[in-house]
């Protein structure tokens, strides 16, 4: 859904560890999402998507799982590395927006070696 | 592939003065730009999209004559923020929509406004 403009969460986890990220968005009709990593001055970079026919898709240490039931996103980081500490957005889209997309409030993941 | 660069990455200006961000995809030709808009730590904010050859189409509460956008070839859109003033301070971001109708991000521009 749309932001409105919180202090970002944080997840810190332990070098090593597994990361579950997780984003609730509020548009039933979205049918395209994707995770972002925002490192501090730098754009957003893409890591993995999923289209609503899904519920899950791998990618390399990134698993997305989508619930539509309760309009639930998540991204797993598997062996979470200190590279991987950064702000992780979710952004959702629907086919029929143009393109636009939407993005969630963002949470900031800290990884401690 | 699928860069997209932005210039300049940072600019500091004075109150009431004009600034013009550039917005190119290096590599690939996009008919539909975006541009957000990111305060500290906070998400992005969808301001406009950028058609080439056509009116930006602005989101509700961004001032079209405030933020003007051109998108005049396939490669390049820029965004020129008029009478800049200190509340205008903040990351600028663009994207494209690229292959596969995915969006590339920029690497943002830094805006100060003393």
């Known amino acids: 859904g749309e932001s409105v403009g919180l202090h970002l969460p944080t997840l810190s986890v332990q070098e090593g560890d597994n990361s579950i990220i997780n984003c609730a968005y509020s548009?039933?009709?979205?049918?395209?999402f994707i995770w972002y990593k925002q490192e501090s001055g730098k754009g957003p970079q893409f890591i993995i998507d999923?289209?609503?026919?899904?519920d899950k898709r791998q990618g390399q240490r990134v698993t997305v799982l989508l619930n539509k039931t309760v309009k639930h996103l998540s991204l797993q980081i598997a062996a979470t590395q200190p590279g991987d500490s950064a702000v992780y957005f979710c952004?959702?889209?629907?086919?029929?927006?143009?393109?636009?997309?939407?993005f969630g409030q963002g949470t900031t993941l800290q990884v401690k070696p | 592939g699928a860069v997209v660069s932005q210039h300049p990455s940072r600019v500091i200006c004075k109150s009431g003065t004009s600034v013009k961000i550039e917005c190119r995809s290096l590599?690939?030709?996009?008919?539909?730009m975006f541009w957000y808009r990111q305060f500290p730590k906070q998400s992005l904010m969808l301001m406009a999209t950028?058609?080439?050859?056509?009116?930006?189409?602005?989101e509700q509460g961004v001032e079209k004559d405030k933020f003007l956008i051109n998108h005049a070839s396939l490669t390049l859109s820029t965004l020129t923020v008029t009478s800049a003033h200190p509340e205008d301070s903040s990351f600028y971001i663009c994207?494209?929509?690229?292959?596969?109708?995915?969006?590339?991000f920029g690497p943002g521009t830094r805006l100060t406004v003393l």
């Open positions: 950028s058609n080439e050859g056509s009116k930006a189409t602005y």
């Open positions: 548009n039933s009709a979205s049918d395209y």
């Open positions: 590599d690939f030709q996009a008919t539909t």
């Open positions: 994207s494209a929509r690229g292959p596969g109708n995915t969006q590339y």
């Open positions: 999923i289209r609503s026919n899904m």
């Open positions: 952004a959702e889209t629907s086919s029929g927006n143009t393109g636009k997309l939407i």
